[in-house]
């Protein structure tokens, strides 16, 4: 029962893959219908939206990757099929069918969903399995859709990282190095300019798509189900995430928009090793990932991609958001938790070298692009450390550049010490980089010391810049007063301004505009610190209640 290509004592097979006592198979019977299906028989194709789970009475299934038809898994009876695609209710990326002749109990989604929200038992034993089988397809190097393209290609880069912020399996075909290159090019009938590529599980083939083109093929994207929602959520960082949390748990009609996927700038984090309850430590993307499914367990629903592009304040409720290539959503209550993005890099050549050698997140497609050569991390926070300490892994030296003077001044002192250990990373102290070098893609920087003038070149294969914030706020409206920086202004802030006009105080996370909140990085004043928007986000919650009332 082994998802390929996983070793066989590898310890998240049986609870990936367990097989349910009789008892809890009576139990999961009484959700779904029973169904006979003959040997060779398709039980359901890849792309299939709002899957069902089949529970194995009599038989063996054989769950197929939708693009290839190589078998990834297999069910006997007491086990049953399905994975984190249930819960979200998105396309599923693999197939499945009858090894022999076949008896199985089909549970409709919503259903599972009921389940895994009100029956404890059951449930945690359906959501540990859905989560650990789509790490698993995650960790496969030939599971669902394939992205052919350049490493040197911005739109590949981009490409991956939707497909990895939407926690879709895929593979990908690196035209500089893969052998099959001029096979699949040929194969597929394009040329090297006409790519990158994405080969769909169905077949299909789509060139340079867009996020949310890409997301139309994939079944990813999806439209709102209401016409209004007690709570709309602009963000789905730790800010956006914790509110929906707390928002679907506690009754509110929850609704999450990203322009992405989830994770936020969060999810670029490499190991986050400070948050409270994870000694061990854990990725951003994994912690976004488990809050995106404890949010949908509780009822949220998540629309990615989905660009907020506006939104009409409504004194009374009913706010009104605009989105990019989608319908209008209203809201009763709106939170903004839009986070921020770092500065982009003040060099010349800059633009030129975005995606092909200058990063602005640190997570395993970055580094698998780098390979061993040296790379440089530019910023003296925690995500800069933590960069270098992921990077400094793989990589032959990590050139770690920092403006001032004292990287403990900025970054916590455990993070600090780690990389002042490290005979793999050197901190480059009141510097900065005043050259960028290369063709098509970086080759070396120049690094200038501030304090005397002189310059050193090093040969690195990417450069990954940490520094400051931007918040992304540019699509509000005036009416949501904003600092000079562009961070939101909320409680206090607004109350002393001539911009809130109701005869109330506001609430401490409320904007300028009754009923709309701020929490996170996008909001002036914030902790630039997952914990701290975390308990924002869970916060606004209460002030959302509040409102409502």
Not at 193 to 214: K, Q, Y
Not at 294 to 299: R, V
Request: net charge negative; with cysteine; hydrophobic share 40%.
């Amino acid at each position: 029962m082994n998802l390929h290509p996983v070793a066989n004592d590898d310890p998240r097979n049986a609870l990936a893959f367990p097989i349910l006592t009789e008892a809890q198979i009576a139990a999961l019977s009484q959700f779904g219908a029973q169904r006979h299906i003959e040997e060779g028989a398709s039980v359901w194709l890849a792309g299939t939206p709002n899957m069902c789970l089949y529970l194995v009475v009599q038989g063996e299934m054989t769950i197929l990757d939708g693009r290839s038809g190589r078998p990834v898994a297999r069910h006997v009876k007491g086990e049953f099929s399905g994975d984190i695609d249930i819960i979200t209710g998105r396309s599923t990326v693999v197939s499945a069918h009858a090894a022999s002749s076949l008896d199985v109990v089909e549970v409709p989604a919503d259903c599972v969903r009921s389940i895994v929200e009100e029956e404890p038992e059951l449930g945690e034993i359906l959501l540990r399995a859905f989560l650990l089988r789509r790490q698993l397809l995650q960790g496969a190097t030939d599971v669902g859709p394939l992205v052919v393209g350049s490493r040197f290609s911005p739109d590949t880069l981009r490409i991956r990282e939707f497909l990895a912020r939407n926690r879709l399996p895929f593979s990908w075909d690196d035209l500089e190095s893969s052998r099959d290159t001029n096979r699949l090019i040929a194969e597929f009938g394009v040329t090297e300019d006409e790519t990158p590529i994405v080969v769909l599980p169905s077949g299909a083939v789509i060139r340079s798509p867009s996020n949310a083109e890409l997301g139309n093929a994939l079944g990813i994207a999806r439209r709102a189900e209401r016409k209004v929602y007690d709570l709309v959520i602009v963000g789905a960082g730790p800010a956006g995430l914790a509110a929906a949390v707390y928002g679907a748990s506690e009754g509110l009609s929850t609704l999450i928009l990203d322009s992405i996927g989830p994770g936020g700038q969060a999810g670029t984090s490499s190991r986050i090793e400070n948050y409270m309850g994870f000694p061990l430590g854990l990725t951003g993307q994994a912690l976004a990932d488990s809050g995106v499914a404890q949010a949908e367990k509780f009822g949220a629903r998540m629309l990615a991609p989905a660009r907020a592009t506006g939104i009409e304040c409504d004194s009374l409720g009913g706010h009104l958001i605009g989105l990019d290539n989608l319908e209008p959503v209203t809201a009763k209550c709106v939170l903004l938790a839009c986070g921020a993005s770092y500065r982009k890099l003040d060099v010349l050549g800059n633009e030129h070298f975005e995606g092909r050698g200058i990063y602005y997140s640190a997570t395993h497609i970055e580094r698998i692009l780098c390979g061993s050569r040296a790379v440089a991390v530019i910023g003296a926070g925690n995500s800069a450390g933590q960069a270098a300490v992921y990077m400094s892994e793989h990589a032959k030296h990590v050139f770690l550049i920092v403006r001032g003077d004292d990287l403990r001044k900025t970054m916590s002192s455990y993070l600090a010490r780690r990389i002042e250990q490290s005979p793999k990373i050197g901190v480059h102290l009141c510097s900065e980089i005043c050259k960028l070098e290369g063709s098509d893609h970086l080759e070396s920087i120049e690094i200038v010391d501030r304090r005397d003038g002189g310059t050193t070149r090093e040969e690195v294969a990417g450069v990954f810049v940490m520094i400051g914030a931007v918040p992304h706020t540019g699509w509000l409206p005036e009416t949501v007063s904003r600092d000079e920086k562009g961070f939101i202004l909320t409680g206090p802030s607004v109350e002393t301004s001539n911009a809130w006009k109701a005869q109330r105080t506001p609430y401490y996370l409320e904007t300028s505009c009754p009923g709309v909140f701020a929490a996170g990085d996008a909001r002036a004043g914030s902790v630039k610190r997952v914990a701290s928007a975390v308990g924002e986000g869970s916060m606004a919650v209460t002030f959302v209640h509040q409102f409502l009332a």
